[in-house]
């Protein structure tokens, strides 16, 4: 009767370093969450009929850390993210325009994580992360943005994913899916207040990502 050739494990030092690095590229699917304001059911806003966010895809890369804390806990800190966002959002108005509000910028995004791994199964691991990030527009809005809709320069949000970590002889490649949802609102009050904010009384960020890490 034949055995199962034994399976080699690589990289089995590497989980018990203190600290480890890697680089990961991401590619994600962004939104915007509407709360509307009470004046946007009022006489005030009757020529504007509806305020609908669109989906759009982006990409981010960026550098990490892991700090280890036991086998199966690790700290992940982010010190590196850039990222570039699509945002748009569609103002339906009584006379049949639709005015589309785009909004492209470069966000740096920093962020620190606790990491949750299973017990390694030949070269295999599954994990669970969660944690909190900022997001910091890089430079000033576009001056053809100004009387738009109009998007504050820092963001913050709670992120939750899953993943799953693969040994190979020289790295370890991790593909991740991770929500975030932002928990401050980004929409920036205008003065004198504008068509596109007075409907708003929050606008939240949602982002979808799929994160290919690379480590040692």
Do not use: C
């Not at 994600?28 to 509806?50: I, M, P, R």
């Not at 593909?175 to 929050?202: K, M, W």
């Amino acid at each position: 009767m034949s055995q199962k050739a034994p399976v080699t494990k690589y990289r089995v030092d590497q989980d018990n370093k203190p600290l480890k690095y890697g680089f990961f590229l991401g590619f994600h699917q962004n939104s915007y969450g509407v709360k509307h304001s009470e004046v946007f059911e009022t006489v005030a806003l009757d020529d504007l009929l509806a305020i609908n966010p669109q989906q759009n895809a982006g990409f981010n890369l960026g550098f990490m850390l892991d700090f280890r804390i036991n086998d199966q806990f690790s700290w992940r800190v982010i010190p590196v993210k850039i990222a570039l966002y699509q945002n748009a959002v569609d103002y339906h108005f009584a006379n049949g325009t639709v005015d589309t509000q785009l909004i492209e910028t470069t966000r740096i995004e920093p962020g620190i994580f606790m990491k949750y791994r299973s017990i390694r199964r030949a070269n295999s691991r599954m994990y669970i992360i969660g944690g909190i990030s900022a997001s910091m527009r890089s430079g000033k809005p576009k001056e053809t943005d100004t009387g738009g809709l109009l998007i504050k320069k820092l963001d913050v949000r709670a992120e939750i994913g899953i993943g799953l970590e693969k040994y190979f002889k020289f790295f370890k490649w991790s593909p991740e899916i991770r929500y975030a949802r932002g928990i401050i609102n980004v929409a920036e009050q205008q003065t004198p207040e504008s068509v596109y904010t007075l409907g708003i009384d929050r606008l939240i960020t949602h982002t979808f990502t799929l994160y290919l890490h690379f480590s040692d």
